[in-house]
Nanobody, 128 residues
Framework: EVQLAESGGALVQAGGSLKLSCVASGFTFDDYVFAWFRQVPGKEREGVSSISLNDGTAYYADSMKARFTISSDNAKNTVYLQMNNLKPEDTAVYYC?????????????????????WGRGTQVTVSS
């Protein structure tokens, strides 16, 4: 059974940091692209960052480029999202997703319909 399990969400003050984790099981980890999306009520799911475990390339949305870092530990089947200098507008439910690699997939914003597997999400709340 394929499973993605996120953790690490919390309430943090503006300017603080959090590290989200996504543990994957049930499929061949290295063959996939992993992405982090976030969503607030009433808005569409937004692609935050993605990483190809095949070639190591990564994508970041412009507003996160200088603050967030995506990484992976293939031995632990885990993808991370380090978030620094958090802002109130980063408040959202953060979802981990995995999908099969498509050429140039990490050169553009991740698209939800390209990802087959999803976690249940973890809440990040940033207070001002």
């Amino acid at each position: 059974e394929v499973q993605l399990a996120e953790s690490g969400g919390a309430l943090v003050q503006a300017g603080g940091s959090l590290k989200l984790s996504c543990v994957a099981s049930g499929f061949t980890f290295d063959d996939y692209v992993f992405a982090w999306f976030r969503q607030v009520p009433g808005k569409e799911r937004e692609g935050v960052s993605s990483i190809s475990l095949n070639d190591g390339t990564a994508y970041y949305a412009d507003s996160m480029k200088a603050r967030f870092t995506i990484s992976s530990d293939n031995a632990k089947n885990t993808v991370y999202l380090q978030m620094n200098n958090l802002k109130p507008e980063d408040t959202a439910v953060y979802y981990c997703a995995a999908g099969p690699y498509i050429t140039a997939m990490t050169l553009r914003a991740p698209r939800p319909d390209e990802y087959d597997y999803w976690g249940r999400g973890t809440q990040v709340t940033v207070s001002s």
